[in-house]
């Protein structure tokens, strides 16, 4: 359902990137793995590499799930804002195009969760 305002917004948002210390919000999601039901929200430098990302804060945060070490890097795939996305594990979040707030979800073909509980 569309909803129209009758009137301008007028709120300050108070959350904004000036808020984290130089630091980006970055919500991120793994599809069909129901361990994590709704996404994760990390607060992250811009300047980290997406590989370090995915192999430090997002192994940390993903990690005890049984099938995290099976993922096939090879054939995941990440949505960005729906959207397919193709990150290069060498350039930082903010050369990745990675703005404050964005949301990720790593889709992992070959896996279904936990005794495929997500087919």
């Given at each position: 359902m569309t909803i129209a305002s009758i009137r301008p917004y007028g709120g300050t948002p108070k959350d904004t990137e000036d808020k984290?210390?130089?630091?980006?919000?970055l919500y991120v999601g793994w599809d069909r793995h129901l361990?994590?039901?709704?996404p994760i929200c990390f607060?992250?430098?811009?300047?980290?590499?997406?590989?370090?990302?995915?192999?430090?804060?997002?192994?940390?945060?993903?990690?005890?799930?049984?099938?995290?070490?099976?993922i096939d890097w090879t054939k995941a795939n990440w949505l960005r804002s729906n959207q397919p996305f193709?990150?290069?594990?060498a350039k930082s979040l903010h050369d990745n195009g990675l703005g404050h707030k964005e949301v990720l979800r790593l889709q992992t073909p070959d896996l279904q969760g936990i005794g495929g509980c997500a087919i």
């Amino acid at each position: 359902m569309t909803i129209a305002s009758i009137r301008p917004y007028g709120g300050t948002p108070k959350d904004t990137e000036d808020k984290f210390h130089g630091n980006r919000i970055l919500y991120v999601g793994w599809d069909r793995h129901l361990m994590f039901y709704a996404p994760i929200c990390f607060c992250i430098p811009p300047s980290m590499a997406f590989a370090d990302f995915v192999a430090g804060p997002l192994a940390q945060a993903f990690g005890d799930h049984p099938q995290w070490a099976q993922i096939d890097w090879t054939k995941a795939n990440w949505l960005r804002s729906n959207q397919p996305f193709s990150p290069d594990g060498a350039k930082s979040l903010h050369d990745n195009g990675l703005g404050h707030k964005e949301v990720l979800r790593l889709q992992t073909p070959d896996l279904q969760g936990i005794g495929g509980c997500a087919i």
